[in-house]
C-alpha cells in the first residue's frame, strides 16, 4: 500500500507485544506501508514533533499528550478503553479500532465454540477430570432446540450471529438502536430487552463499553433470562457485576458462564471467579488478529487519513463506541 505520494515519511511509534516485536512490526508495516517509519515506543532517539502516529496498547498516562503533531491513535485491540483511560488524552485526536476481517473470524469462532462448550456443559466434564471421576451423562439439548441471544450487532455480534445460525442453533441480536440481518431476529432498546432475555438460552455479550452498559449483566438482567440460561462475556469486563453473577450460578438460576474479559486484567489471583466450579475463564484471547492482520488494517487508517479520507473504525466520542 502506498501511504501518499508525499516524500515526507510519516512516523509510527508502536506500543504493542514489547521491544521484541518491533522487528515483526516493521517488516509487516513494510509489507503494507513502506512509507512509514516504524519506531519503539520508547526509543531514545524519536523527537516527538515528528511523531503522527501511535499503534498502541495501555499507553501510560500523559505520554500521548506529548506529541503535538499527532494525526490518530490507534488501538492495537477492538478495544479503547485503554486509550480513553488517560485524563490527558487530546479530545481532537482520532482514535480508532482495531476491527479486521480476522479479528471478526476469530470472535464468531470463539463464541461459537463457548456456546458449543456450554451447551455440552464443559464444566462439569472439566471438573470431573480434575478429580478424576468417571461419571456419564447427557445433555438437554442441541443446538437446534436451543436459543442464543447476542447483545451488540456491530461487525463482530452479526458475524458471531451468522456463525451461530449456520451452525442450527435459533439465534437472535439485541442492540440499542434498529438492525436487520438474515436469519437473525434482532430486538432494538430498552422496550424490547425483556422479551429478547426471555427467549434466550445462552446470552453472549458483545456491546460497547457506555455508561448505559457498565454493569449490565447484573441481578435484575439475569433474572429475566429463563431458568439455566448461560451466560458469555466477550465484551467488556465492565458488563459483568461479579456479585449478581456468582449469586445467580450459585442459586441455580445461571446453569454456567464462559468469561473472557474482567473489569482488571490480568485477573487478580485471589478473583473468585478462577475457582467457581460452574465458570471457565479464558485470558482475553476471543479475538486477538494476528500481527500482521493488525499492520495492514493500521496501514489502510494511515492511508486514508494521509489522503484525506475518512478513517475507518474512528471511535465516536459521543456514542461511546
Known amino acids: 500500500m502506498s501511504v501518499s505520494n ?29 512509507g512509514v517509519e516504524v519506531r519503539w515506543w520508547n526509543d531514545p532517539g524519536i523527537d516527538p514533533l515528528a511523531v503522527e502516529y501511535v499503534l498502541v496498547w495501555q499507553p501510560e498516562a500523559g505520554r500521548i499528550a ?3 503533531n499527532l494525526k490518530a491513535v490507534i488501538s492495537s485491540a477492538a478495544g479503547v478503553d485503554h486509550i480513553l483511560a488517560d485524563p490527558r488524552l487530546p479530545a481532537t485526536v482520532p482514535v480508532i479500532r482495531m476491527v479486521t476481517d480476522d479479528t471478526v473470524q476469530r470472535m464468531a469462532e470463539f463464541t461459537a465454540m463457548s456456546s458449543l462448550m456450554l451447551l455440552k456443559d464443559m464444566p462439569r466434564m472439566i471438573a470431573q477430570q480434575a478429580r478424576r471421576e468417571w461419571t456419564e451423562f447427557a445433555t438437554p439439548r442441541t443446538a437446534v432446540e436451543t436459543r442464543v441471544g447476542i447483545m451488540g450487532l456491530g461487525a463482530l455480534g452479526l458475524a458471531c450471529a451468522q456463525m451461530h445460525a449456520q451452525l442450527g442453533f435459533i439465534t437472535a441480536g439485541w442492540a440499542r438502536s434498529p438492525r436487520t440481518a438474515e436469519r437473525i431476529k434482532c430486538y432494538a432498546g430498552e422496550d424490547q430487552l425483556g422479551a429478547f432475555l426471555a427467549r434466550t438460552n445462552i446470552l453472549i455479550c458483545l456491546l460497547p463499553d457506555t455508561e448505559d452498559t457498565r454493569d ?19 465484551g467488556r469486563g465492565t458488563h459483568v457485576q461479579t456479585e449478581d453473577l456468582l449469586a445467580a450460578l450459585d442459586s441455580g438460576h445461571v446453569s454456567s458462564a464462559l468469561l473472557d474479559v474482567f473489569a482488571v486484567e490480568p485477573l487478580p489471583v485471589d478473583s473468585p471467579l478462577w475457582n467457581h466450579p460452574r465458570i471457565i475463564v479464558t ?23 494521509e489522503n484525506g479520507l475518512p478513517a475507518p473504525h474512528l471511535y465516536d466520542r459521543e456514542r461511546g463506541y
Open 216 to 234: 449490565i449483566i447484573n441481578a435484575d438482567l439475569l433474572r429475566q433470562l429463563p431458568a439455566g440460561a448461560a451466560i458469555i462475556n466477550v
Open 283 to 305: 485470558p482475553h484471547g476471543a479475538a486477538t488478529p494476528s500481527r500482521r492482520e493488525r499492520a495492514r488494517q493500521a496501514a489502510s487508517v494511515i492511508h486514508a487519513l
Open 66 to 68: 506529548g506529541y503535538p
Open 6 to 34: 508525499n516524500p515526507r515519511r510519516p512516523v509510527l511509534l508502536v506500543k504493542s507485544g514489547g521491544v521484541d516485536a518491533v522487528a515483526e512490526w516493521q517488516k509487516n508495516f513494510g509489507e503494507f506501508a513502506p
